[in-house]
C-alpha cells in the first residue's frame, strides 16, 4: 500500500467531487493535508473526514491572482513544515458557443483553470515553501477532443497539457516532479445521468465504464504524489475508458 507519512499536501479545490476524495485518500494514506476551497461550509465537512491529525483548512477565492502568496503563506505557516505536494483540482467547465465565447470569457475561465494552477506551481517551487516533491493537475479528455460549446474550457485544459511538460524540465533540478490526469466525465456527488445532455451521455456509453468514480482518480493521484512514481515526469495519464 502507498505510504504517504511525511508528507504534506495542499490539496486545491478541496470541496469538488475530485477534490474531496483525493484529500480523504491521501489523509488515509498518512499524509497531513491543506485543504482549499471557497465555501467555508464545505470546506468544514470535509476536514471533519480526514483520517489522522495535523491538517488544515484554508477558505480562499483562487482567482485572486495577486494574493495567492497569501494562500501558500498559510500553508506552510500554520505548521512551520515546507509543502511536500500539490494538487491542483480546481476548475469551472463553462459552456458557451463560439460566437458567444467573447474575451472577457476567455479569460475567466482561463484565470481560474490555468493561470493560477502555474502561479500556484511557480510559488510552490520556492525554497522557502517546498524542497521538491510532486504536483498533480486535473486536466481533461476535453483537452484532446473537446465538445461544441467547450472552446474555453477545452483551451484552458490543453494549456495545462502542453505546461506539464515545459514544467518538469525546468523544476527538474530542484527535484519537482509535475504531471496531470485527463479524464473524461467525471460522476459528480449529485449527478443524475439521465439529466445529462445527450452529447455527454453518447460519450459516456463509448466509454463503456460509466461515469467516472472520482475515487478512482484519488487513488491516481496518491501514487503519482508518492515516492512510487518517482521517475515519472511531464506526462498526462488518460482516464477514459473506451475512448479513442
Known amino acids: 500500500m502507498i505510504n504517504l507519512k511525511n508528507k504534506k499536501i495542499l490539496v486545491l479545490g478541496a470541496t469538488g467531487s ?41 477558505e480562499f477565492d483562487i482567482s485572486n491572482l495577486d494574493k495567492l502568496d497569501e494562500l501558500i503563506n498559510l500553508s506552510v505557516n500554520f505548521d512551520n513544515e515546507k509543502l511536500t505536494g500539490l494538487v491542483y483540482c480546481i476548475g469551472i467547465m463553462p459552456i458557451r458557443p463560439m460566437k458567444s465565447t467573447k474575451s472577457d470569457f476567455l479569460h475567466e475561465t482561463m484565470v481560474i483553470n490555468y493561470y493560477a ?46 505546461s506539464v511538460i515545459v514544467m518538469s524540465k525546468e523544476l527538474y533540478s530542484k527535484n ?19 439529466l445529462l445532455p445527450t452529447s455527454i451521455k453518447v ?16 487513488e491516481q493521484i496518491a501514487f503519482l504524489i508518492s515516492d512510487y512514481s518517482s521517475g515519472v515526469y511531464g506526462r498526462c495519464f488518460d482516464v477514459k475508458g473506451y475512448l479513442s
Do not use: C, W
Not at 30 to 56: D, M, P
Open 18 to 58: 475530485i477534490g474531496k476524495s483525493t484529500a480523504i485518500k491521501l489523509s488515509q494514506l498518512g499524509a497531513k493535508v491543506v485543504i482549499q476551497g471557497r465555501n467555508k461550509t464545505k470546506l468544514e465537512q470535509i476536514y471533519s473526514q480526514l483520517s489522522g491529525e495535523g491538517h488544515y483548512s484554508i
Open 117 to 162: 494552477f502555474v502561479e500556484m506551481v511557480r510559488l510552490y517551487s520556492d525554497k522557502r515553501v517546498s524542497d521538491g516533491g510532486s504536483i498533480v493537475a486535473i486536466s481533461s479528455y476535453s483537452s484532446i477532443n473537446g465538445d461544441k460549446g467547450q472552446l474555453a474550457y477545452a483551451a484552458s485544459k490543453s494549456a495545462i497539457d502542453s
Open 176 to 194: 519537482i516532479r509535475v504531471n496531470a490526469i485527463r479524464p473524461a466525465i467525471v460522476r459528480g456527488e449529485e449527478t443524475n445521468i439521465d
Open 203 to 218: 460519450t459516456v456509453d463509448r466509454m463503456k465504464i460509466g461515469l467516472i468514480d472520482p475515487n478512482i482518480l484519488a
